[in-house]
Structure formats: structure tokens, C-alpha cells
């Protein structure tokens, strides 16, 4: 059965490329009929992030990306935490040992660092090559400290095929000695993604392309340790541009940034998708069960993505429209809450008017800001060179219009129309002079009496006699 996992590290927020990587695992076991799988890699203690693994474990569950098994939904592997595995690397570091595959070590940190200073670009074997297993055995019971390192062949040429980069060849001459056991007593990421991925019976390793050239090492552990190497997919890193990777430092990277943004969840997890993979179809929007069984390997691209909010914002707004007017207002409140100048407004109806013009909720503030603007608007709108409109015109109709809307209000549409009929003007010319005596602005989400309705009789006759103490300067 196949079986992938999601190895975060708990550092910090749920990165765009993290978020990538499970759902490509999630998709690739769903379509196989497999499992998925959540691990927690935070044996590097000093980069654990409190919090982080909580907003894992929530950001996975609300995307939908539910896994089989994992530390809070338990399973027959665990536990899945490698903090609280300690114990199992240590048995196979020493099966290592005694194998002649990994050897003590005791250099200091000033010999290292003269090693780096003198133009080392590696690890020199030092203690593989002067400590014998007693001395070193000796000197760990004398209270040492001591790291244990993997015994990479000084020479030849390793290979292994990826299922997306085809055969990868790697000289162990570019490899290091790397740490498998630190001082501390916990494995490194390099010892212990093996040690789990084969306890976990993972069958196929979803991961960034920054462990292509690692991976040698991890089969050279699998072969000493007699595991059966799993599969490997490597995913291209996604860009911010042609130059940059898109990074954790970029702070509008992560899932929370793109959900406090007003961004969906299904639209982010759909953008998200097209960023290294396409269906044979090429369709852009795709719900989660679509992709479940659309998946598979050969749309993976083998060249990097570029991520591009507009596109994402394209996409999130197809998932706006599709939203009814409740789901739409209630994702909007959060945002008209920031809003104090909506106080007092009927926001139900403000949903309405914006619902189809909102391509991310965050916009409701752009959408709306005209409505603090009024007072200082400039007379020159009334200039509309379609509509033959300007303030001279303005200054003519409004006393008129403000008369209408004061008798006429619950009828105004109608008689807005009328009485552009009975005197000789075009309907355009007086909803133009009247939505822009309202608002004050060019472009508004909704027409003249969608406005009027906005603000109400008070406000909308407040504002026309405003207007027209402007155009009458
Ligand atoms: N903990 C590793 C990371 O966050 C996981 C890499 C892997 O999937 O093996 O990069």
C-alpha cells in the first residue's frame, strides 16, 4: 500500500512550500488509495517554534488535508513525534557502528572551525581514522562528549532514480561525514528521516528538490541498516521571482497571511496545487476531491514555479462568486468589523452590493473607503464626457433631485427616471449627477439608488445638500 508522510519542522508559520509538499503527498496516497501520514521532525531543539505544531495540525485540518495517522490522531507507528522516538536512533546508530558504516567522534569546535578557516569543505575523518572503537568507547565512559557520524565511502559514484528527475548520480566524494547523533542524544534530520520513513513503512519520500543531492547518503543508510530504499519524488522550490525563492522571511508567504489576507481556503489549496503540478486537462479550477483523483506524477514540472498573487486572486475570486450571500457576508464581517467608518451601516446589504466586485475580503476596505472620502471630493466629477455632465449641470439639477429624494425616497428609482424623462435629460446624465453628489467618487459598488439605499434618507440628503453647497461655489 502506498504510504506518504508530511515531515514539517516546527519552525514558525505553514509555508507555501510546506503547504505544497503535503498536499502533493496528501493527493499522491489519496489517488493510490494509501495513507498519509504527519511526522514532527523538531529534534533540532533550538529551531522549535512554540505554537508551531498546533498551527500544523489546525492548517492541515482546515484545508482538508487530513492525514491517516500522526501525533494527535495516533496510529500504528507512532509515536510521530521524533522528540519522543528518542531512543530508537541511538539502537540503530550503534548497528551502524559496529557495521563500520558510522564511527565516534570527538572533535572540538576549534578544531572544526580551524578545519573550515583552512579551507576545508568537509569533515576530514578524523576519528574514523585515529579513534579505534575501544578508545572511543573508553572515552564515553570517561563522560566525553561525543557526536556519531555516517562513514561515507571516500570514493565511487552513487545513483538512484527519482520518479520526477529520472537517474541522479551523485560522487560520495561530494559528500560530508555528516552528524547522525548529536551531543545531545537526538539524530540530526539526516539520521532520522531514515530511521522513520522505514519504521513508518512510508513508501514513496514527497520533498524539495534541496534533498536531491542528499538523498545518496540517506540510501547508503537504508542499504547498511538492510532497509528497502523508498521511492523519491523531488519537488522544484517555488520563486518569487526568476532569481529569488520564495521564503519563510517573506512574511505574505504563509497560509495564516493568506487567510488574514481574505483569501479562501479552497482557493488557496487550488493555487497552491498549480504551483508545480497540471492536470492533463490544464484546468485551472479544481476542488480538492477533484485533484484526488486527478493527481499523478507525470504533471509534475520539473522546472521551478513562480508564485503570482494576481493569478491567486483571479482564482479567489471565482470561489467568492461561487459563495451564497450569508457565506459571503459572514467571511466579510471580520473585515467591515476593521472598518469603523461602516459603523451604523446595513452591512448585510453592503454584502450584496460588493459580493461580486471582492476578489479577496481585504478588498472590502478599497471597495469602501470612498465613504470617508466625501467631503473633500472635487466638483471636476461631475464632468462625465459620455454623459455631457459637469458641475454647471450639477448645480441646475440637484436642487430638484434633492426635493425628489426627499418626497420620492421610497420610490426613487422610478423617480430619478421620470423626471429625467419630463425634462428632456438622459437617464445616465441625472443618475450620474446624483450618484456622484452621494458619494463623491468616480467608481462605487452600486449604481445612484443602490447608494441612496446604502446610506439611508438621513445620510443621502446630508450628502446631496453638500454637494450642492460645492458645485454652487
Ligand atoms: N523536516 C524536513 C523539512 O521540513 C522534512 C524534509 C522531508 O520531507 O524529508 O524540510
Known amino acids: ?18 503547504l505544497r509538499t503535503a498536499l502533493y503527498a496528501y493527493l499522491y496516497a489519496k489517488k493510490a488509495g494509501g495513507k498519509f501520514i504527519l511526522r514532527i521532525e523538531d ?59 558510522a564511527y565516534y567522534c570527538f572533535c572540538s569546535k576549534e578544531r572544526l572551525d580551524k578545519l573550515h578557516k583552512d579551507g576545508a569543505t568537509k569533515y ?111 519537488l522544484q522550490p517555488i520563486m518569487r521571482d526568476a532569481h529569488q525563492k520564495l521564503s519563510k522571511r517573506h512574511g505574505d508567504a504563509n497560509y495564516e497571511d493568506f487567510i488574514a489576507k481574505g483569501y479562501l481556503k479552497d482557493a ?16 485551472e479550477k479544481l476542488t480538492l476531491a477533484e485533484m484526488e483523483e486527478m493527481f499523478s506524477l507525470d504533471g509534475i514540472s520539473k522546472s521551478a514555479s513562480i508564485f503570482d498573487e494576481q493569478k491567486m486572486r483571479w482564482l479567489n475570486s471565482l470561489y467568492v462568486k461561487e459563495l451564497s450571500e450569508q457565506e459571503y457576508h459572514a467571511h466579510a464581517l471580520p473585515f467591515y468589523e476593521r472598518l469603523p467608518y461602516l459603523k451604523g451601516f446595513d452591512l448585510a446589504y453592503l454584502s450584496t452590493l460588493l459580493h461580486g466586485r471582492t476578489e479577496v475580503f481585504s478588498d472590502v476596505q478599497k471597495l469602501t473607503e470612498f465613504i470617508t472620502k466625501f467631503d473633500g471630493f472635487d466638483t471636476e466629477l461631475f ?64 449604481g445612484a439608488t443602490e447608494m441612496a439605499t446604502l446610506f439611508g434618507k438621513k445620510e443621502s440628503l446630508r450628502r446631496l445638500a453638500v454637494a450642492l453647497e460645492k458645485v454652487r461655489r
Not at 429624494?405 to 446624465?429: C, I, M, V
Not at 446624483?434 to 462605487?444: C, E, Q, V, W
Request: aromatic fraction near 10%; glycine fraction near 8%.
Open 268 to 283: 488557496i489549496v487550488n493555487y497552491i496545487a498549480l504551483l508545480g503540478w497540471s492536470p492533463k486537462d490544464n484546468r
Open 383 to 446: 464632468v462625465n464626457q459620455k454623459w455631457k455632465t459637469d458641475a454647471t449641470l450639477a448645480a441646475k439639477l440637484l436642487p430638484d433631485l434633492i426635493a425628489l429624494a426627499g418626497s420620492e425616497w421610497d420610490t426613487l428609482h422610478d423617480a430619478l427616471n421620470a423626471y429625467a424623462e419630463q425634462n428632456g435629460y438622459k437617464k445616465g446624465q441625472v443618475l450620474w449627477i446624483f450618484r456622484i453628489a452621494l458619494t463623491g467618487a468616480a467608481s462605487t459598488p452600486g
Open 124 to 234: 576530514d575523518k578524523h576519528c574514523q581514522r585515529t579513534v579505534s572503537r575501544e578508545e572511543a568507547e573508553r572515552r564515553i565512559a570517561a563522560g566525553e562528549k561525543y557526536v556519531i557520524r555516517q562513514n561515507i565511502p571516500a570514493e565511487g559514484v552513487s545513483s538512484y532514480t527519482d520518479l520526477v528527475f529520472g537517474e541522479i548520480k551523485v560522487d560520495y566524494n561530494d559528500l560530508e561525514d555528516n552528524i547522525l547523533i548529536k551531543s545531545d542524544g537526538y539524530p540530526t534530520y539526516n539520521f532520522a528521516n531514515v530511521i522513520d520513513d522505514h519504521l513508518m513503512h512510508i513508501t514513496h519520500v514527497i520533498r524539495g528538490t534541496e534533498y536531491l543531492s542528499s538523498t545518496p547518503k540517506y540510501n547508503l543508510l537504508y542499504d547498511a541498516l538492510g532497509f528497502e530504499r523508498p521511492q523519491y519524488i523531488h
Open 43 to 101: 529534534t533540532d531543539l533550538e529551531r522549535t517554534v512554540p505554537g508551531a505544531v498546533e498551527l500544523i495540525y489546525r492548517t492541515l485540518n482546515e484545508t482538508g488535508l487530513h492525514y491517516d495517522e500522526g501525533p494527535d490522531v495516533g496510529g500504528e507507528y507512532g509515536p510521530y513525534i521524533q522528540t519522543e522516538r528518542k531512543n530508537v536512533y541511538l539502537d540503530y546508530a550503534r548497528k551502524l557502528i559496529e557495521s563500520g558504516d
Open 1 to 18: 500500500m502506498v504510504r506518504t508522510r508530511f515531515a514539517p519542522s516546527p519552525t514558525g508559520f505553514l509555508h507555501v512550500g510546506g
